[in-house]
């Protein structure tokens, strides 16, 4: 069956410390590839987007992520958190079926530590 | 270059009642998708549209229906309202082709409470 997985429900991250956000996926052919945040109470503010080529793509606020073919995996990365990116993290994938629908992952609520 | 904008912000309804959600797409871009997130949850796909029509429906049932207008603007109606419709609505806008209709940017929602 097609879905989107984020294992961790919750991360808590010290300020200044690096941050993994991970993201696997389950569809026949790669699908295009996203990570959104959502604040509280807000909508949702997309950060990168893979369609194909370079498997590392670079994002806004400072954050990266790499696609990997062979774990099906689309892990969301920054080298040094700041307490203004503690959000909720969705990862969302596009299948290429021309349904033109986003299937999101359940999310990942991220806590900085002062 | 102007957002995707939503109206209302909340609303509180009561059951069997129908709402109306407003929805205007970013500058440039001539496509609409409708999302419902429950608390707690990911977005889940109501349904797309593109020159007016309905391009793309997810797992919802006809009480929800939608509308584009020629200016790319959309609305969401849910008829005879249960109480669990109450979730966060959330409109996206895109333009259209290949992975561009993927590539979606999102309003700040409607929150909609049904009692």
């Known amino acids: 069956a097609q879905s989107v997985t984020q294992p961790d429900i919750h991360i808590t991250v010290s300020e200044g410390a690096s941050l993994e956000l991970r993201c696997n996926y389950s569809?026949?052919?790669?699908?295009?590839l996203f990570w959104y945040v959502q604040s509280p109470g807000q909508g949702l503010q997309l950060l990168l987007k893979?369609?194909?080529?370079?498997?590392l793509v670079q994002g806004i606020k400072g954050f990266e992520a790499e696609f990997k073919r062979s774990q099906s995996s689309f892990n969301l990365r920054k080298p040094s958190v700041h307490w203004s990116d503690a959000a909720e993290y969705f990862c969302?994938?596009?299948?290429?079926?021309?349904?033109?629908?986003?299937?999101f992952g359940s999310g990942t609520r991220l806590l900085v530590r002062p | 270059e102007t957002g995707v904008t939503q109206s209302p912000t909340h609303l509180i309804k009561t059951r069997g009642q129908q709402v109306t959600l407003r929805c205007s797409s970013q500058?440039?871009?001539?496509?609409v998708s409708w999302y419902q997130q429950a608390l707690g949850q990911g977005p889940q796909f109501i349904f797309q549209?593109?020159?007016?029509?309905?391009?793309g429906r997810g797992n919802f049932p006809p009480r929800f229906s939608g509308l584009q207008f020629p200016n790319y603007s959309s609305e969401l109606n849910v008829n005879a309202l249960e109480l669990d419709d109450s979730a966060l609505y959330l409109c996206?806008?895109?333009?259209?082709?290949?992975?561009?209709?993927?590539?979606?940017?999102f309003g700040p929602g409607t929150r909609l409470t049904v009692t």
């Open positions: 996206a806008s895109s333009s259209s082709g290949g992975p561009l209709n993927y590539e979606q940017y």
């Open positions: 569809y026949g052919a790669t699908p295009y």
């Open positions: 893979y369609f194909s080529g370079d498997t």
């Open positions: 969302a994938v596009g299948p290429r079926d021309s349904s033109y629908k986003l299937i």
């Open positions: 500058s440039g871009h001539n496509t």
């Open positions: 549209y593109y020159r007016e029509e309905e391009n």
